[in-house]
């Protein structure tokens, strides 16, 4: 009889276990999804920029330019 309270007291205390892992895993994978939604709004903001930059330096130096070296 004793076995099995040992048995059953482990059980619990491996439930309680789960249920922390279980809830903390919902709360990254939560944080994480919002983050990636942010960072993406943020990349859409972003990429435009860089694209003008890209084609301003692109001007700045013709490929003509570029193949004198």
Partial sequence: MQAISKFLHYKKKDAKAIYLVHTHLLFVF???SELL?????VKYLMIPSYI?????LLDKYST????SF
């Fill in 37 to 41: 939604t942010e960072f993406k709004k």
């Fill in 64 to 67: 003509s330019e570029m193949n």
């Fill in 30 to 32: 939560q944080a994480y």
């Fill in 52 to 56: 003008i930059d890209l084609r301003k």
